[in-house]
């Protein structure tokens, strides 16, 4: 919460009165009176102090003194209650008080009963026997800066007393909204009370106790003997006050109540010390704000607590401008604003009761317990806060035609986030936990129960810069333009729940993470509806815009425009020393995070699917350049786009057993699962472990116009050609491609089972000694497909001019051409790539299905049996493949003209085209491959082998109903098909008079086909 000042109360109307009244007669004791005493009491003055000798007690030893008016100035008051003569501290030398008859009082009752509030300026002394003082004025009170001498007790009261039979009974507390201010010191007493509709602490009061302070605002009665708060209900009509502790109090017991429901008691910037207790009960709401408390044994009660900090900002700035160094103007102006974070912080040396019949939310708050017990019927928050400090320059120098203006911003944030240590840790609510950026650290054991759901999040600070300048006529090349540079830089904050004991949460609803970690030295368990452990993702970005032109692009110019931007995912965690337990009564949901426990890890889902997937991140660029000549016309330009995907696997482990268990589906993907033990998969649906896909999209556009000129020597026809022009070229290239990640499974002994399905994809299974996989129906041990597509599509454009001259065996002559030609180039080509399973073990490996085992291009191997039952056993090739397409078309026109002495005068026009397409397939398989010490293959009808490699060192033992065995086969197809057609027309001349015409046609075409199919036989 941002503030700028502190709430400091005013006084009434009669309070001002009072307060002028006071200021006018200090120092002079000759004017009115400050205390005007009703009945027996009576006052005087001694040395400008105020000399009451109070009214007789009563045998129970209460002294029930009236007043019209009870103020006292700085010079101070004496409550005379001596039975004898002696010196006062503030008076000096006293007679015994005249009232008394043998009997000091034990309590002297102060009661305003006129409509005159009281100022409290000075010290109080209790002359001679040390009493209880009470001054209750329901008018209001206002205490500056006095302590009570020689009191065992002090209450200020804004409300009337209860007597009878001669003893202070209580105190009534109304709603009529008047207040107690106390500033100042107010301390050396063993009870203070604090009463009133409205109780004020001011930030520079320092009230101390030695045994209690009692605070309470709001319409009540108060028991005196007792000191317990009974609480009325206000008007509905009373206005509505809220508390305020602004500074500091400290006694061995501190209570302080609010009675009203509608009001709100803040603690703000406090410092409230309760060595042996501290109790706050707000039948309203609690706000506790930068403030310090301490206890032993702390309770707070209320409707909605809010336990938070202050944001505070300073900014600054200056500036400067004048005249540097040969004449350069400059301007200089530099700003920054700063955020600074002042939290809460509460220790509570024994326990902590947060106890709320509303929510409770804590913002960057540092909690500190020997045991902590949190509950709420609504939702129970931890928030962090962020802080953000930035600066800002702007310089600009200038000369004539000549500036340079530098602007540059950087901004920093802090993340500030609650903090918990507790011996051990209990919250409950009938709402949520949500808990961001938290760090909860238990030195027992933590439970968590939220009957709406458990939110663990992780959130993030970012720092980011940027510059930008502007240029115009800079150095001998006269540069002019602009650059742009910016970053950003995320850093990740997770929520941290650690215990040194067990971890319990349990909830009605779901349990979400987000980039969250879970540790403890004991067990981890969750009983809860769904769980979703899954990422945060942070970004960084950075940019950069530079365009330039040299003397305003006479001389070209050239720009280059980069855009980069990162995702990084943060996965959430969950380890334990000893067990993890996690139990959904529906769906599990890991993406990207890892769960491990050392004694064993076991992960159940009683009527939903458990999914332990991968999550995705993406990096994109996009860049682009181009450069210009004179006038700026474009020589080349460049640009490019990628889009690429980051896996990041889940991981499951454990230094014992794992286990996985489904009512319904398991889907394992671009994961690993670890036991060092048994590693258990149970599904009483579908079975699914596939590898995960990640997809890169590049697309590059690159142009060009490159001159080009020379010479060339012919030797043999005695000629020499000198050759210039220009070539364009535009070439885009676009690729897409799918890699894999497999998954991965591990155990000592590993068992997959289904009532339905089981499909392995692209991934391994291993078993130290055994692997074990069932189906009700098929099982599927399968290959997943890569994929790589790269499609280029191109133009060339060559536009040149030639000169040749040629002497040779007497025959001489020079000539010259033009010419344009143009070629498009369109080519793709495609692979799909194979990603065969494997299957490990250092035993059995046992597959066993009521239904089909189909296996396509596996890799078995065993030290001991390969065992496969089923009603029909396949095993198929894996098949990668190939494919390439190019097309070319082209054609161009050539206009030359000449003179030869053999010739004459003449000239050419020679058109030409030519196109040409192939087309090339290839496909490879990749066998199903067994090895092992012996090889059964049971089938009830039938075994199918296409290719099959069966490397054992015992046995093969085929038994079915039949047996097929096929070749698998690498194919290889190409075709290509040309053609092209040119046409010459030529016109030549000696005389002018006669003409020699010529023409040339020329027309070709050719159509290409091969094949190649090499067999792999089986066993």
């Known amino acids: 919460m941002k503030i700028d000042t502190l709430y400091q109360p005013k006084l009434s109307a009669s309070g001002k009165v009072t307060v002028a009244v006071c200021f006018a007669f200090l120092g002079n004791a000759a004017v009115a009176a400050n205390i005007e005493a009703i009945g027996q009491t009576s006052v005087q003055q001694q040395h400008n102090v105020d000399i009451v000798n109070i009214a007789a007690p009563t045998a129970q030893g209460l002294s029930h003194n009236q007043y019209n008016k009870y103020n006292v100035s700085q010079h101070g008051a004496v409550l005379n209650n001596a039975l004898s003569a002696g010196k006062s501290q503030l008076a000096g030398n006293l007679s015994a008080n005249k009232n008394f008859q043998g009997q000091a009082a034990s309590v002297i009752l102060n009661e305003v009963v006129s409509k005159n509030p009281s100022l409290i300026l000075g010290q109080q002394e209790i002359f001679g026997i040390a009493a209880d003082y009470v001054l209750a004025n329901p008018n209001g009170i206002t205490h500056n800066g006095g302590s009570i001498l020689n009191a065992n007790r002090a209450s200020l009261v804004v409300g009337t007393p209860t007597v009878s039979d001669g003893t202070l009974k209580s105190f009534n507390i109304s709603d009529n909204g008047k207040q107690l201010q106390v500033d100042g010191n107010l301390s050396g007493n063993r009870v203070v009370d604090l009463l009133a509709p409205q109780v004020v602490v001011g930030k520079s009061a320092n009230v101390n106790a030695a045994d209690a302070i009692n605070v309470s605002s709001g319409k009540s009665n108060f028991d005196y003997k007792t000191a317990q708060i009974e609480a009325l209900d206000a008007a509905s009509n009373a206005p509505v006050l809220d508390g305020h502790i602004f500074g500091s109090m400290r006694a061995g ?143 600009t120098q200038s000369k004539g035609l000549w500036y340079n203006n530098n602007l540059s911003s950087s901004t920093d944030e802090s993340l500030h986030q609650t903090k918990i240590n507790a011996g051990s840790v209990n919250i409950a609510t009938t709402g949520k936990v949500q808990l961001d950026a938290t760090e909860l650290n238990s030195a027992a054991d933590a439970r968590i129960a939220a009957q709406q759901g458990i939110v663990l999040s992780s959130n993030s600070e970012t720092d980011s810069s940027s510059t930008y300048v502007s240029f115009k006529n800079e150095t001998a090349a006269l540069k002019t333009g602009i650059a742009t540079k910016s970053s950003k830089n995320s850093t990740a904050h997770q929520t941290k729940i650690s215990a040194a004991g067990d971890i319990g949460l349990i909830s009605e609803g779901d349990l979400s993470t987000y980039g969250a970690s879970i540790a403890a030295n004991g067990n981890i368990v969750t009983d809860v509806n769904k769980i979703n452990l899954g990422t945060q993702t942070t970004i960084n970005t950075n940019s950069l815009d530079d365009q330039k032109k040299y003397w305003g692009g006479l001389f070209g110019g050239e720009s280059q425009v980069q855009n980069n931007r990162t995702e990084n995912l943060h996965g959430s965690s969950i380890t334990a020393n000893s067990n993890v337990v996690l139990g959904a009564k529906n769906s599990v949901n890991v993406y990207g995070s890892t769960v491990e426990g050392q004694a064993g890890t076991f992960v159940s889902s009683k009527a939903g699917n458990v999914d332990i997937k991968n999550a995705t ?282 003179i030869s002495t053999n010739k004459g005068i003449g000239g050419e026009i020679t058109a030409q085209g030519q196109g040409n397409s192939s087309t090339h397939n290839e496909s490879t398989a990749t ?84 094949k190649n199919l090499p067999p792999l036989k089986a066993i």
Do not use: C, P, W
């Not at 910037?269 to 301490?294: F, M, P």
């Not at 040779?808 to 180039?825: D, P």
């Not at 079915?960 to 070749?967: D, I, L, M, V």
């Open 927 to 1010: 066998v199903t491959t067994i090895n092992a010490g012996n090889a059964i293959v049971l089938a009830n009808d039938k075994v199918s082998d296409e290719g099959t490699k069966y490397d054992v060192t015992g046995a093969i033992n085929i038994d079915a109903g039949s047996y097929h065995n096929t070749a698998a086969h690498n194919t290889s197809n190409s075709s290509s098909k040309q053609g092209g057609a040119s046409l010459t027309v030529g016109a030549y001349t000696k005389d002018g008079s006669n003409v020699d015409v010529n023409a040339n046609l020329n027309v070709n075409y050719a159509d290409e086909n091969k």
């Open 253 to 395: 017991t501190i209570r302080i109540h609010a009675t009203d429901k509608r009001a709100k008691q803040n603690i703000q910037n406090a410092t409230i010390t309760g060595t042996r207790y501290l109790n706050i009960d707000s039948k309203g709401n609690l706000s506790i704000q930068s403030a310090n408390l301490t206890g032993a044994q702390m309770e707070l009660f209320a409707r909605d607590t809010d336990i938070k900090g202050t944001v505070t900002s300073h900014s600054a700035s200056k500036s400067s401008s004048g005249k540097e160094a040969k004449n350069v103007q400059h301007f200089r102006s530099d700003r920054n604003k700063t955020e600074t974070f002042t939290a809460s912080n509460i220790n509570a040396s024994e326990s902590l009761t947060l106890n709320n019949s509303g929510s409770l939310n804590l913002s960057a708050a540092n909690i500190n317990a020997g045991a902590l017990t949190a509950s709420a019927t609504g939702n129970i928050n931890s928030n962090a806060v962020k802080t953000t400090n930035r600066t800002e320059s702007d310089h």
């Open 617 to 898: 991140s993406t990096d994109t660029s996009a860049q682009s350049a181009r450069k210009g000549t004179i006038f700026n016309i474009t020589t080349s330009k460049t640009s490019s786009n990628s889009s690429i995907e980051k896996v990041t696997g889940s991981t499951l482990a454990s230094n014992a057993d794992l286990t996985v268990v489904s009512n319904k589906d398991i889907n394992v993907i671009g994961s690993a699962l670890f036991a060092a033990q048994k590693l258990q998969l149970s599904s009483a649906g579908d079975l699914t472990i596939d590898a995960a896909k990640a997809v890169e999209n590049k697309q590059v556009n690159e142009y060009s116009i490159k001159g080009y000129s020379g010479t060339e020597t012919n030797k043999e026809n005695g000629s020499v050609t000198a050759k210039a022009g220009i070539k364009f070229t535009d070439i885009h290239t676009d690729t897409h491609s799918v890699g894999l990640n497999g998954s991965i499974l591990t155990g000592k002994n590993t068992q997959l089972s289904s009532n339905s399905n089981v499909t392995v994809s692209g991934s391994q299974v291993n078993g130290e000694e055994s692997v074990n996989i069932s189906a009700a129906n098929d099982v599927n041990i399968v290959a997943s497909k890569g994929s790589n597509t790269v499609t280029e599509s191109g133009r060339v454009t060559d536009l040149g001019v030639s000169a040749t001259a040629y002497e040779k065996n007497n025959v001489a002559g020079v000539g010259v051409s033009v010419g344009i030609t143009s070629t498009k180039t369109d080519a793709t080509t495609a692979t799909n790539t194979s990603h065969v399973s494997n299957i490990n073990t250092g035993g059995n490996t046992t597959i066993t299905a009521n239904g089909n085992i189909n296996q396509e291009g596996t890799v078995i191997n065993a030290t001991g049996n390969v065992v496969e039952a089923a009603k029909n056993v396949t095993h198929a090739a894996a098949h990668s493949g190939a494919k390439s397409d190019v097309k070319q078309n082209g054609g161009g026109l050539v206009v030359s003209a000449g």
